[in-house]
C-alpha cells in the first residue's frame, strides 16, 4: 500500500526563519525603545583589573 504522504515541503523552514525574524525585530525594538544602563564603577574597575596592559609604544626586532 503507498503512503499518502506527500513530499516534505520548505513548511518547517519557513517557520522557523519567520520565528527567527520576529525575535530580532523584538530584539531591535527593545535595543531602541529602552535606554542602555550606565556601567557602575565596580564594573568599571573589574574591566580595569582584567585589561591588558598598554605598551609604551615598544618595537620588537
Known amino acids: 500500500m ?3 504522504r506527500s513530499e516534505p515541503t520548505m513548511q518547517p523552514v519557513a517557520r522557523c ?3 527567527a525574524l ?3 525585530g523584538l530584539g531591535v ?3 531602541c525603545a529602552l535606554p ?3 556601567v557602575d564603577g565596580a564594573f ?3 574591566l580595569r583589573a582584567y585589561a591588558v596592559p ?3 609604544h615598544q618595537q620588537h626586532d
Do not use: F, G, M
Request: glycine share 0%; proline share 0%; charged share 15%.
Open 22 to 24: 520576529l525575535i530580532a
Open 17 to 19: 526563519l519567520l520565528l
Open 2 to 4: 503507498a503512503s499518502d
Open 36 to 38: 542602555v544602563t550606565q
Open 29 to 31: 525594538t527593545l535595543r
Open 44 to 46: 568599571q574597575a573589574v
Open 54 to 56: 598598554q605598551q609604551d
